[in-house]
């Protein structure tokens, strides 16, 4: 099969959003008046992000899942993508099952596909991700405020602990196990949270190196400090049963890829409003005062000592 082909098959689907998609020297695109265009890449690096044999159809959701969790973080709204892979064969089966899970994912936010590179080379996947926010509405990390309420979405941790089972730094059962992967193979980008919290939030940043790392991102940019408590965080019943693994997935643990955000205090009706609505659960897990730095207190109130803030790569 022709580079061509492979494209045409498996990577060229109709974009209505779109003036000019996939097949010509670029994609045209158009943002809506009053609007500006956000814009990110994530990379997915085979034997970094994912293991080589990953389900390719998990894999191709992920692809896209982490890129949109930047657009949720920034309270954009999904239109557009562009996706860079190398593949070190074209294993039909494969493209077929990791494009079924990207497009999956693609329709849910109305996200076009519009155009690519495809090369030979070790596996690697490259998303361009592209959406709309309104002008001056976007959620930026400078703005936390001294007094605002630090919230975090859904649950931390289970992606790093199923992690850890898979590299055999420890054993989980089968059910637990069940219980966590989701998390780190699918998980869901909080956009529509993200369009919510426009005008509420007054930062945000999506947790996708663990929590005290991405929320110091916010804390350096707006020059405060974050107060937070560990019995606050949310996770989930499986990680609370893991105390030796407690604060360094839910911390430090990477690849939650929920949105962590302040807002003022008097916005909390409001946010319980939204977490009823979106069917999702959101947690006040401390605040901001005047500063730097973040601490978290355990039980007795004692601060703990994080000996690893978060993944970094160098
Ligand atoms: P060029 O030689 O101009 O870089 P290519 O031959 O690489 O063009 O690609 C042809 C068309 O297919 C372009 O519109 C490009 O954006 C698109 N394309 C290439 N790879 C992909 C991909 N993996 N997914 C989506 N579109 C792709
Ligand atoms: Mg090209």
Not at 223 to 252: I, K
């Amino acid at each position: 099969m022709s580079e061509f082909d492979l494209i045409k098959r498996h990577f060229t689907r109709a974009s209505p959003g779109a003036v000019l998609g996939v097949g010509d020297d670029c994609a045209l695109l158009q943002v809506r008046e009053g609007h500006v265009l956000a814009v990110s890449s994530d990379m997915l690096v085979s034997g970094t992000h994912f293991f080589p044999d990953a389900d390719p159809y998990q894999l191709g959701h992920k692809t896209l899942a982490v890129n949109l969790s930047d657009l949720a973080a920034m309270g954009a709204t999904p239109r557009w993508a562009t996706l860079a892979l190398s593949l070190s064969d074209a294993d039909e089966d494969w493209l077929e099952r990791f494009s079924a899970g990207f497009f999956a994912l693609a329709q849910q936010h109305g996200v076009d596909l519009v155009g690519g590179d495809t090369t030979r080379g070790p596996l690697n996947l490259c998303v361009t991700i592209m959406g709309e926010v309104p002008v001056a509405q976007a959620l930026r990390r400078e703005g936390a405020q001294v007094g605002d309420d630090v919230w975090v979405s859904g649950k931390l941790g289970d992606a790093a602990l199923a992690l850890a089972h898979m590299q055999g730094k420890l054993v989980l059962s089968e059910q637990d196990y069940a219980a966590c992967a989701p998390a780190l193979h699918s998980p869901q980008p909080r956009v529509a949270l993200g369009l919510a919290l426009r005008g509420i939030a007054h930062s945000a940043i999506d947790v996708s190196d663990g929590l005290v790392a991405d929320l110091g991102h916010i804390l350096e940019r707006s020059a405060v400090r974050a107060e937070l408590s560990l019995a606050g965080l949310p996770v989930s019943g499986v990680l609370r049963g893991h105390t030796a693994q407690l604060v360094s997935c839910a911390l430090a643990g990477g690849d939650d890829y929920e949105l962590c955000f302040t807002a003022a205090i008097r916005q909390r009706v409001s946010i319980a409003d939204i977490a009823t609505r979106l069917a999702l659960p959101l947690t006040r897990i401390g605040r901001i005062v005047a500063g730097s730095g973040c601490v978290v207190h355990d039980a007795d109130g004692q601060p703990i000592q994080l000996q690893n803030g978060g993944y970094e790569h160098f």
